[in-house]
């Protein structure tokens, strides 16, 4: 049972079927508070008088019918999440719910009552998800500059909320995710809402660089210190005085060079290289690894002094395939900014390419996203971007062919229409995900155990798309 709060989620039924609001009622008020209504007239009187998370509505009733009363509570009461429920509705009644913003659909006579609290549970923790993120989203928009972030999910919504607590604190952080997750652009929405942001944020990735020629480059060196020092240079520490260091693939160092940096972080003091005087700096450090550093430390390849130093505040950055409804957001403003780098008017995505692109493990995460849609504005003959455009490592145009395989449906009843196609959509992810149940769940939103009851329902075994 989903509960907010320790509180029982309230919620509506509209049936005019005496036997059907009983039954339903039995079933859920151990685990939810019920009221009920026999017509969409009482429906609303109730809707004025109480606060409600679900309304459970059928759509064919005497009087003002359940198409009618979805769009008064849509309009009056768009915090309800709706569940239209039909047996005697046409395909175009129940599609046309659906295009009114009906969050969820079953059919009568329900006789899996517990495949209904599933759809309710659903319904709830969606709706809590969407609280939490607007709650998050008023808590940030107070003076708070979250500039070239794009991200709406509830992962990026805490990790703002995190970084607006932080940022001002002036302590030393330790940023972890996978490679092209955005690391240093959290980096960066760190020092611009910090007390620092009036003097420089200043960036190295430590594994570009051989030990001597990044010790030269953080600390300075003085002339004559090696062979090509033909003049003193003040480093990245110095240059950053007053402001922000970050320190990219900070695991990517010497246990040497970590020596020196962990006399940095302790005493506030650098020595240039070839010098011979201490040099005071103020500089707050940010680091990133796309490692566990507790695993280095444990392996040997890093001093334990060293990360408990830089793991004061530690900040994790999801990957982009745990937080997939960001992926239509960074879309679109890629190819923005891709159409204006080439000179076209900016173009839209068809839904086939992204699908293509919602489907993918993207294991260079945004980096990867934004590779593939440079290559496909870049390409694109037309106004819109279409699978044939992207890469081909992305979509192979070789192997895929127009899909007709929904056509069949048409035609048929609405119950075996929806069977009929929600068997070709589970198999059909199934395929692309190569049996990866937890990926199909994710692109889904359906839960994993409503997987395998569908499984179950349409003779599925997972096993075969795995072996495939």
Request: charged letters at 30%; proline letters at 3%.
């Amino acid at each position: 049972m989903f509960e907010n709060n320790g509180q029982k989620a309230k919620i509506l039924i509209v049936d005019d079927e005496k036997d059907t609001r009983d039954i339903f009622r039995r079933h859920l008020e151990d685990e939810y508070i019920i009221d009920t209504a026999d017509s969409a007239i009482v429906a609303i009187e109730r809707l004025k008088n109480n606060s409600y998370q679900v309304a459970l509505s059928d759509l064919v009733m005497p009087g003002e019918d359940g198409l009618s009363l979805l769009k008064n509570i849509k309009k009056k009461w768009p915090e309800i999440a709706v569940m239209v429920i039909s047996g005697k509705a046409s395909i175009e009644m129940a599609v046309e719910a659906m295009k009114l913003g009906a969050d969820e659909f079953i059919e009568k006579p329900v006789e899996d009552l517990d495949l209904l609290k599933l759809k309710i549970e659903k319904l709830l923790r969606a709706k809590w998800q969407t609280d939490e993120i607007k709650r998050l989203r008023t808590i940030l928009d107070k003076e708070f500059d979250r500039t070239h972030i794009v991200g709406n999910s509830l992962a990026i919504q805490k990790i703002m909320e995190k970084v607006k607590k932080i940022a001002p604190l002036d302590t030393t952080i330790l940023i972890s995710g996978e490679t092209g997750v955005g690391k240093e652009l959290i980096a960066d929405l760190i020092y611009r809402n910090s007390s620092r942001n009036k003097r420089k944020f200043v960036a190295i990735n430590c594994g570009s660089l051989p030990e001597s020629l990044l010790e030269s480059t953080l600390f300075g060196h003085k002339k004559g210190s090696f062979t090509s020092a033909i003049k003193d240079k003040i480093g990245y520490f110095q240059e950053a005085d007053g402001g922000t260091l970050f320190l990219d693939e900070i695991t990517e160092t010497t246990p040497a060079f970590q020596v020196k940096l962990l006399r940095v972080l302790e005493k506030g003091i650098i020595r240039q290289v070839g010098g011979e005087n201490d040099i005071t700096v103020d500089v707050r450090i940010i680091a990133a690894t796309n490692k566990s550093l507790s695993v280095e430390v444990e392996n040997g390849n890093f001093r334990d002094d060293l990360f408990y130093r830089l793991n004061v505040i530690n900040l994790h950055i999801p990957p982009l395939r745990e937080r997939v409804e960001d992926i239509k957001l960074l879309v679109s403003k890629f190819i923005s900014e891709f159409s204006n780098k080439y000179k076209k008017q900016e173009l839209k995505i068809s839904n086939a390419a992204l699908s293509i692109l919602l489907n993918q493990q993207w294991k260079g995460n945004i980096r990867e996203l934004k590779n593939t849609i440079e290559h496909s504005v870049a390409l694109a003959s037309y106004d819109t971007i279409i699978p044939e455009d992207l890469p081909d490592h992305i979509y192979n145009k070789e192997s895929k062919k127009p899909d007709s395989s929904t056509s069949h449906f048409l035609g048929l009843p609405y119950p075996e229409a929806k069977s009929g196609f929600e068997k070709a959509y589970i198999e059909n992810l199934m395929n692309q995900c190569k049996g990866d149940v937890t990926k199909v769940s994710k692109i889904s939103g359906i839960k994993r155990q409503n997987l395998y009851e569908k499984f179950k329902r349409y003779n599925l075994n997972p096993d075969d798309f795995r072996k495939n």
